[in-house]
Nanobody
């Protein structure tokens, strides 16, 4: 089970930190990612972190502004979002794949577990 939190409303230029609490499954060997879906648009990949070496991948639209990380116990996933812009407004989802890496990194069919989403609104 994946449960997101930390969403909310923020002014442009502000920051939010999303969390994704994982339970009921050993995610230490899982590639995990953040996705988002804006109204009227398809869900898109934002950031992913591979198991093992902890390599990270970002969509160009968030590179340099967002940071994905996992805690030491590897049961909580984070997304630090800085310099937020109105176009970042979306429902954000965390997801986990049963493999250490996913290629391409935002191929959604490879992610087996999904959270319920948390809303981020930037005005």
């Amino acid at each position: 089970q994946l449960v997101e939190s930390g969403g909310g409303s923020v002014q442009a230029g502000g920051s939010l930190r999303l969390s994704c609490a994982a339970s009921g499954y050993t995610y230490s060997s899982s590639c995990m990612g953040w996705f988002r879906q804006a109204p009227g648009k398809e869900r898109e990949g934002v950031a992913a972190i591979y198991s093992g070496g902890g390599s990270t991948v970002y969509d160009d639209s968030v590179k340099g502004r967002f940071t994905i990380s996992k805690d030491k116990a590897q049961n909580t996933l984070f997304l630090q979002m800085n310099s937020l812009a109105p176009e970042d407004t979306a429902t954000y989802y965390c997801a986990a794949a049963p493999t250490r890496r996913v290629s391409p990194p935002f191929w959604q069919n490879s992610y087996t577990f999904w959270g319920q989403g948390t809303q981020v609104t930037v005005s």
